[in-house]
């Protein structure tokens, strides 16, 4: 049974493969809250609707031709 992709929880490795950064990174944004996290005993997880979340509120849209 796999789980809807709005509830799927990824790896901190998954997470920093998906966003092109070190895991350290990854750890420190958990460290300052700035991604939210999921821990199962000893295991970290993240929502993988956060880091899409945290994709759309960091991307800045193309400049405009101004012709």
């Known amino acids: 049974m796999t789980a ?3 509830a799927r929880l990824l790896t901190v490795k998954q997470t920093a493969e998906l966003l092109g950064i070190r895991p350290g990174t990854v750890y420190l944004w ?3 809250r700035r991604l939210p996290r999921t821990s199962l005993g000893r295991a970290v ?3 993988e609707r956060a ?3 945290l994709i759309a509120a960091n991307t800045a849209p193309a400049r405009e031709d101004r012709r």
Request: aromatic share 0%; no cysteine; charged share 25%.
């Open 4 to 6: 809807p992709a709005s």
């Open 30 to 32: 958990l460290a300052q």
């Open 51 to 53: 880091v899409e979340e």
């Open 45 to 47: 997880r993240i929502p």
